[in-house]
């Protein structure tokens, strides 16, 4: 897996969480702290920080593409 991906002008770093009851993976914005991260839920495949480790670029890409920023509300 790359330390990141590059997405909307920066780099996003992938981590998985699953603290809240839900596996999701956050993405930090590694380039800039005032960005707010993004989440997507996981799904069942990952389990594991080497799960995500495993991921190729375009699979990150994909999740990402799907995250949601944490500081906007869904409608």
Same mark, same amino acid.
Request: proline residues 5%; contains cysteine; hydrophobic residues 35%.
């Given at each position: %897996?790359?330390?990141?991906?590059?997405?909307?002008?920066?780099?996003?770093?992938?981590?998985?969480?699953?603290?809240?009851?839900?596996?999701?993976?956050?993405?930090?914005?590694?380039?800039?702290?005032?960005?707010?991260?993004?989440?997507?839920?996981?799904?069942?495949?990952?389990?594991?920080?080497?799960?995500?480790?495993?991921?190729?670029?375009?699979?990150?890409?994909?999740?990402?593409?799907?995250?949601?920023? %944490?500081?906007?509300?869904?409608?």
């Amino acid at each position: %897996m790359p330390n990141g991906i590059k997405a909307d002008g920066d780099v996003w770093r992938p981590v998985l969480d699953d603290t809240a009851g839900r596996r999701c993976l956050v993405f930090f914005c590694a380039t800039n702290g005032q960005r707010p991260y993004r989440v997507v839920e996981a799904g069942d495949d990952l389990k594991t920080d080497a799960d995500v480790a495993a991921l190729s670029e375009e699979t990150l890409r994909s999740l990402f593409d799907r995250s949601g920023s %944490m500081n906007t509300s869904s409608p």
